[in-house]
């Protein structure tokens, strides 16, 4: 990474100065500076600031350092300094009055010193040149100072493209067609960047990358037609096997779910009509806890995974239920002279274990019907418990 100082006198950033209007951009610098690369939030036209700024300026004080990027030899683009710089190119541009000695003055009628000093000011601006990566670094570094980028937005300044130009087509507008895809399930703005960093997570860990490598292998690529495909097919296969919308699907890692489970047995693992009738009791139900964890469930269960059920964060017994139950039990063991904990008795045991030692049961478990009710409680010890858990 280089990285050099430049003192830059106003009237060389003036030169070539040219505002496009809102959507196509500021360049100066002989028209060598893009002022307002398109990642930028638009100028928030703020008079007070713009003033102050130029009142900084005539007095000769300094401002703080700016940075461009230098993306080739004619061609800079402004990272951090952008409403500083666009207050003074838009005084010169006639754009607003400045009070100078009890006056109110537009820049055309300025004293001839006072306009000199003001196209000799300096700038101070660090130039930055590297390799994308190493101009992420930098960006992020500077970005703590200056104006606040998503790390989307910081990732596509490091990797413009062919590319990238293509996939912001699809994930980039409000109106894109990726939002108008997935709005019931996926979370984020697209105009922050946020539902085209979420399609390259998903498929980033589909490809078993990160999403930085994702666009730096795929930055010349003539356009992002693989991501939109990929985006698609994970939003379809959700449709697919959950065609009931719920608001607690919105904002789950779909892509991921899609990586995770998604195989060429979908059909004989999953039947979109039977979970669609256990995922309405599932919602009902008020022993599942976490309600957002129902599709992952059923996913999991569909893949025959025997812990597909942690996913429904079930209710537990609360601890004052559990010790009243264990006094319970324990009285009773101790004049009965076998163990506390009921399997145990059967076996002919007569241990009596800790309060500590023990675990709170559903003498009928959830999948047959039991709820989490004081007359469902069984303490059992631990080894007990889990043996039975696992049957
Ligand atoms: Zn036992």
Redesign the pocket.
């Known amino acids: 990474m280089k990285i050099e100082l430049h003192e830059i006198a106003v009237k060389d950033v003036y030169d070539g100065y040219h505002d496009f209007g809102a959507d196509n951009g500021v360049v100066g610098y002989d028209g060598k500076l893009n002022i307002r690369p398109r990642y930028q939030r638009n100028f928030v036209y703020n008079l007070d600031q713009s003033k102050a700024v130029m009142n900084s300026v005539l007095h000769g004080f300094p401002l703080n350092v700016m940075y461009w990027v230098v993306n080739d030899e004619d061609s800079y683009e402004v990272l951090d300094g952008q409403q500083r710089t666009l207050s003074v190119m838009q005084f010169l541009d006639h754009k607003y009055p400045i009070e100078l000695n009890g006056q109110t003055m537009y820049v055309d009628s300025l004293p001839n010193d006072v306009y000199d000093q003001l196209m000799n000011y300096k700038f101070m601006v660090y130039w930055c040149q590297g390799t994308d990566s190493e101009k992420l670094d930098w960006f992020r570094t500077v970005n703590i100072a200056g104006e606040k980028l998503t790390d989307q937005e910081l990732r596509n300044i490091a990797y413009t493209g062919p590319w990238l130009s293509d996939a912001k087509k699809y994930f980039s507008k409000r109106n894109c067609a990726a939002k108008k895809l997935s709005d019931p399930y996926a979370k984020g703005d697209p105009n922050r960047q946020e539902l085209l960093e979420l399609s390259l997570k998903w498929i980033a860990d589909n490809k078993d990358t990160t999403i930085n490598d994702y666009m730096a292998q795929h930055k010349s690529d003539a356009d992002a037609n693989a991501l939109w495909q990929y985006f698609q097919h994970v939003i379809h296969w959700v449709q697919e096997l959950f065609p009931d919308v719920y608001k607690q699907m919105k904002g789950q890692q779909w892509g991921l779910y899609y990586n995770q489970y998604h195989t060429d047995k979908d059909d004989e693992n999953y039947n979109s009509s039977s979970m669609s009738k256990e995922i309405k009791q599932l919602m009902d139900d008020p022993e599942v806890t976490s309600k957002r964890g129902i599709w992952l469930y059923e996913l999991a269960k569909g893949a025959g995974e025997p812990n597909a059920i942690k996913n429904l964060s079930l209710r537990t017994f609360d601890r004052r239920d559990a010790k009243r139950k264990y006094d319970d039990q324990t009285d009773k063991a101790k004049d009965d002279g076998v163990?506390n904990?009921p399997?145990?008795a059967k076996e002919g045991l007569d241990t009596i274990w800790k309060l500590s030692e023990m675990q709170a049961d559903h003498i009928v478990p959830w999948s047959r019907g039991g709820k989490t009710e004081y007359d469902n409680l069984q303490m059992?010890?631990k080894?007990?418990n889990e043996s039975k858990g696992n049957r």
């Open positions: 163990s904990c399997y145990c059992l010890c080894k007990h």
